[in-house]
């Protein structure tokens, strides 16, 4: 399995922005598809974007397709959540995920296709 910690969460303002990044361990990051996802109290966690392993596919949930944007740079192995456009309901524990995959274009949306998960951040928007 891989080590993940997240980070760059924090209080903004609705329509601002913030950076989220996930720091991976080991040496096989780029054979795993990444996800984040995020959740609030007395919610179930909910999928929010998901990258291949290659970095070439991309999945959103509707919710946020069009303000958020994945990415991934493996050579660092880093994960990256661009936040754009927030909105008070956008307010959650992120967390990042990773997922064995075993081609390059496979992607996850599921909490339990996820093995490996980090501890979270905090992200705040006020209205």
């Known amino acids: 399995q891989v080590q993940l910690v997240e980070s760059g969460g924090g209080s903004v303002h609705a329509g601002g922005s913030l950076r989220l990044s996930c720091a991976a361990s080991?040496?096989?990051?780029?054979?795993?598809?990444m996800g984040w996802f995020r959740q609030v109290p007395g919610k179930e966690r909910e999928f929010v974007a998901a990258?291949?392993?290659?970095?070439?596919?991309?999945f959103y949930a509707v919710s946020v397709k069009g303000r958020f944007t994945i990415s991934r740079a493996s050579a660092e192995n880093a994960l990256y959540l661009q936040m754009n456009s927030l909105k008070p309901e956008d307010t959650a524990v992120y967390y990042c995920?990773?997922?064995?995959?075993?081609?390059?274009?496979?992607?996850?949306?599921?909490?339990?296709?996820?093995?490996?998960w980090g501890q979270g951040t905090q992200v705040t928007v006020a209205s």
């Open positions: 990258i291949s392993r290659s970095g070439g596919t991309t």
């Open positions: 995920a990773a997922a064995w995959a075993n081609r390059d274009s496979t992607y996850y949306n599921r909490n339990n296709d996820y093995d490996s």
């Open positions: 080991g040496r096989a990051f780029s054979r795993y598809a």
